[in-house]
């Protein structure tokens, strides 16, 4: 069972979110705020903080600061009242992983922590699995029943990347900032040319697709 440290100064607010995620199936811990937090910190271990920003004796940007750099790299949902873009970005760049604004859909913030420990075990294990397909990040290699393939490194991340959200789509800007860099001189011809290759190399692939969102850009899924 999933641990999911709730980090919230409004007590009614704390309970009702902690309720929420024991519903669904997560061990919920609280915290009135970041000093709070790095007391049980110290004592559990937790998989994600779901942490409100504006709280006595440390707030959220202060106590997501101080586990970065001490190396805690467990997913941040920040969830707070603050809505401009100088507050967001304070936040990622402090090192936060998700945001939301009050007042909170629990829903939607139940998808989003499923999606965030989805995100955070691909990163530590560096392997992908997508039906009887795996991908191993260390090695760059695709493997598919008896068949294992060194893919370029640049398709590779490419695949990796796609397959890590299915069904979501991402425009060629993204994935050229991402996988060849921002200040790459390749324009998004390039994402076309290594799309391709990829849907060439796994055309008889019954695992997923990649597809064209037209006007959008690429996106992975599984065939129907």
């Known amino acids: 069972m999933f641990k999911i440290l709730v980090v919230e100064d409004d ?42 920003i504006m709280m006595p004796h440390m707030d959220g940007y ?30 990622f760049l402090v090192g936060i992983d998700d945001y939301m604004v009050k007042p909170i859909d629990v ?15 691909i990163v530590s294990d ?10 191993d990040y260390d090695s760059l290699t695709v493997s598919q029943y008896e068949e294992c393939i060194l893919l370029p490194q640049k398709e590779f991340y490419l695949l990796y990347k ?8 991402f425009t060629k800007q993204q994935l050229m900032d991402e996988i060849w860099g921002m200040d790459s001189e ?3 011809h390039t994402v076309v040319v290594h799309i391709n290759r990829l849907r060439e190399r796994f055309k008889e692939c019954t695992d ?16 129907t």
């Open 186 to 188: 390749s324009d998004e």
């Open 162 to 169: 796609l397959l890590s959200y299915p069904n979501k789509t």
């Open 107 to 121: 829903n939607e913030m139940i998808l989003r922590v499923g999606a965030l420990l989805r995100r955070a075990k």
């Open 11 to 52: 007590k009614k607010l704390r309970q009702l979110f902690c309720t929420v995620l024991a519903r669904n199936g997560y061990r919920a811990l609280s915290a009135e705020d970041g000093k709070d937090a790095l007391s049980i910190l110290d004592k559990e271990y937790v998989d994600l903080i779901i942490s409100d």
């Open 126 to 135: 560096r392997k992908l699995e997508c039906g009887n397909t795996l991908l």
């Open 62 to 91: 202060e106590l997501t600061k101080t586990l970065r750099e001490a190396n805690f790299n467990l997913p941040i949902l920040m969830v707070t009242a603050k809505e401009n873009f100088a507050d967001k970005q304070r936040g």
């Open 208 to 223: 997923f697709e990649i597809i064209t969102v037209r006007g959008l850009g690429y996106k992975a899924v599984k065939p």
